[in-house]
């Protein structure tokens, strides 16, 4: 290779690789048009690596006000998006604590973590850094569903496979369902009153003009990446 074309492709490498999520492995990927609200919302989900989980709290003295905490997620290995948020959990957790009197809670996930709004230069509150809230319930997993959230996890989340044993920790996924609207409002009911009775929805804010909703059915259907050849 001549040496006068050696800055340029470094140069040029960077620039892709800049250009990339944290989390994304390939400089070919990039986030889908705003109006493809459910492709954006799939997009997110498979970019990030964490995200904050609001429970209704159990313990004194904040019992059934909301409690937000952070949780390293995963909704498959990279490239393989499967849009469900899988997590790590162990009973020790509060949070977790929290899920056992009542299951549901709310998820959110912002490009903000990745590298994407710092190089655009947007701010982690500004709608053009895109953002996700998903409401629904956490529920444990199982069978060959267990297998494909250990591998979606354990490879983006190495750290985990080295985790103390004796906390019993177990596969969960956050669950998006749409169901029937409750009559009234209801709080810290156990898992088997509340899993017909919520409403669950998509939440995304990628740009101006206010907050967007998909349903569960459009946001699973969405593809969440178009790569280029």
Avoid at 28 to 35: A, C, E, K, L, T
Avoid at 88 to 95: A, D, F, G
Avoid at 109 to 127: E, I, K, N, V, W
Avoid at 142 to 162: C, Q, V, W, Y
Wanted: proline fraction near 9%.
């Amino acid at each position: 290779m001549s040496s006068s074309l050696r800055p340029t492709l470094l140069l040029l490498l960077g620039l892709c690789l800049a250009s990339l999520g944290s989390s994304s492995p390939a400089c070919r990927v990039q986030i889908p048009p705003h109006d493809q609200v459910a492709r954006v919302a799939r997009f997110i989900a498979h970019q990030c690596d964490w995200a904050s989980m609001a429970t209704i709290s159990s313990h004194k003295p904040v019992v059934g006000q909301p409690f937000s905490n952070v949780f390293s997620v995963s909704d498959g290995p990279h490239g393989t998006s499967s849009g469900v948020p899988y997590m790590y959990l162990t009973h020790m957790e509060v949070s977790v604590q929290d899920l056992q009197v009542s299951p549901q809670a709310s998820l959110s996930m912002s490009l903000a973590q990745t590298h994407y709004c710092r190089q655009q230069g947007f701010d982690p509150q500004s709608p053009l850094c895109a953002h996700v809230i998903l409401s629904g319930s956490v529920l444990q997993v199982n069978g060959t569903e267990a297998d494909f959230a250990k591998k979606a996890l354990f490879s983006r989340h190495p750290e985990m496979i080295d985790w103390p044993t004796d906390h019993n920790w177990f596969f969960a996924k956050f669950n998006i369902t749409q169901v029937p609207e409750p009559p009234e409002p209801v709080l810290l009911r156990g898992p088997s009153e509340t899993s017909s009775l919520s409403v669950f929805q998509v939440w995304v804010l990628d740009y101006f003009g206010g907050v967007k909703t998909v349903t569960p059915d459009e946001y699973f259907q969405a593809a969440p990446r178009r790569e280029h050849h």
